[in-house]
Every structure is written in C-alpha cells, then in structure tokens.
C-alpha cells in the first residue's frame, strides 16, 4: 500500500515538473517568437505576442523583458503614453538595478520625444541624486544634454555634452548652434532704437532698409504737423501711420530672429536624426 502511494506521489511529481518544462518551453518559443517580429519592425504584431505572453506567463519570469518590448514598440509608432505606461510596468517589475535604470532612462527618452522637456528634466534630476546609480553619472549627463537639444538650450546641452570625454561631437554640434542662434532680444532692443537694424541684424537689407525709411517718413511727417500746430494731422499720423510701421518694425525684427533661429536648429537637428551615429532618444 505504502509502495503504490509513493508511486502515485512520484508520478503526480514528475508529471507537474514535465509540465512545469514544457510550459517554460512554449513560454521561451513565444517570446522568441514575439521579438523576431519586433526585429522585423512588425511593431504592433509584436506587441500583441507580447501581450499573448504576458497573460500565459503565470511565473511572471518574462514580465520586465515583455512590457519593456512593448514600450520599444508602442514608441516606434509614436504611441508615447502607451509606451510610457509599459515602460512604467517594466520599472515595477524591474529584477535588478540595471533593468529599473534601462526602464527609467527609456522613460526619460520617451518624454525627451514628445518634448515634454521639464518632465525628462525632473525625472533626470531623480536620477543624479539616487545613491544606487552613481556610476551611471555619464550615461545621466547624456540624457540630460538630448533634453536640452530639444528644450532648444544649446549651450546648457554643450556643457552637459563636455563632461562626457568620449563624446565631443555632440559638445562642438551644440556650441555650434549657440553661437550661430541669433538673439531674439537684441533683434528688438536694436529695433527700438533704430527702426529696421533688427532686419539688419538678422540679414534682411531690404526690409529693414523699407523699415527705416518709413519709420523716417512718418516720424518726419508727425513732428512737422506738431510744429504747424495742426496737432489733429500730428496725431492722425502719428497714431495711424508711425506707429503701426513702428510696432510692425518691432515684430519683423522678432520673426525674422525666430525664423533664423528655427532653420540652423533645424539643420542641426537634421543632422542628429539622419547623420548622427551614436545612441539617440
């Protein structure tokens, strides 16, 4: 009796672990399944074996790879808040130090792409002052440097590029921009002072040229209505025509600075997406 209850108990015991192997069999041949297709570049086929996979895998030994694939893919297609939400999912299930640092740092990347710069800022800061990945301090200050590629602060990113020894293409990219940027600011201060020198200093002649000499024509006009005494024409003109020319003096210098200012980071940023080797958000 006690023979045929130990064989029972063997065979029950050899059943459950043969069934334990061959479910972690299917469970390997799926996910291997899942990420050809991801390799393939069939994103959202991909997420769905993923998501197959997820539900069948009751040891959760596949949760963090799964869900950071998902996010991969989910970010391929511009899905950013999906991917954020699976990323989200790999941090939680994060085996390792390494893995919650991938898992933050592809979260980090995410918001750098959809420009939700204060938010990556924020996150990166977490980062830098987490005692656990104080040997990642380079891998930070790279993130850190895309951030501010893309918050349009050249010269914060250069400084963050520079503590990088390995990476001075980058560092010279950035003080590139920075120094060719033109100022917004003094376009309109120069502006204020002399009608149409902002469209000067962004090299627009003929408009700031326009910008002058009707500034000139108007202004002329006004002081010698004032000086007649005819002060209705002095202000008629004044408020109609100087003014309007003036103030329209004062935003072309704005346009003209913003609209040189958005092709030399434009081409900047051309360069990063097309020519650029190296780790991208």
């Not at 376009?187 to 002399?194: G, K, P, V, W």
């Amino acid at each position: 009796m006690k023979f045929k209850t130990k064989s029972i108990l063997l065979l029950i015991f050899f059943l459950f672990v043969k069934n334990e192997i061959f479910s972690q069999e299917i469970l390997e041949k799926q996910f291997e399944y899942a990420k050809s297709l991801y390799n393939k570049e069939q994103y959202f086929d991909s997420i769905t074996e993923f998501k197959r996979l997820l539900f069948f895998d009751s040891s959760h030994k596949f949760n963090f790879l799964a869900d950071n694939y998902i996010g991969d893919a989910y970010k391929m297609g511009a899905k950013f808040s999906d991917a954020i939400h699976y990323y989200t999912l790999a941090e939680i299930n994060a085996k390792n130090y390494n893995d919650l640092f991938l898992a933050k740092v592809n979260i980090i990347r995410v918001n750098i792409l959809r420009r939700t710069t204060d938010r990556a800022l924020q996150l990166l800061d977490s980062l830098d002052n987490d005692g656990r990945f104080l040997n990642r301090k380079k891998e930070i200050s790279y993130w850190k440097g895309w951030t501010f590629i893309f918050a349009d602060k050249w010269n914060m990113a250069s400084e963050e590029f520079a503590i990088i020894d390995s990476n001075k293409t980058l560092q010279k990219l950035c003080e590139k921009v920075d120094k060719e940027k033109y100022s917004v600011v003094f376009a309109q201060i120069i502006s204020h002072l002399i009608p149409g020198a902002g469209q000067f200093y962004t090299g627009h002649y003929l408009s700031g040229l326009m910008s002058l000499a009707w500034n000139g024509l108007w202004g002329y006009l006004a002081v010698k209505a004032f000086i007649n005494n005819r002060i209705f024409d002095g202000f008629m003109i004044t408020n109609f025509l100087w003014l309007r020319f003036y103030n329209g003096n004062l935003q072309n210098s704005k346009n003209f600075a913003e609209e040189r200012n958005l092709k030399i980071t434009n081409k900047a940023l051309g360069y990063l997406q097309f020519d650029y080797v190296g780790t991208k958000p």
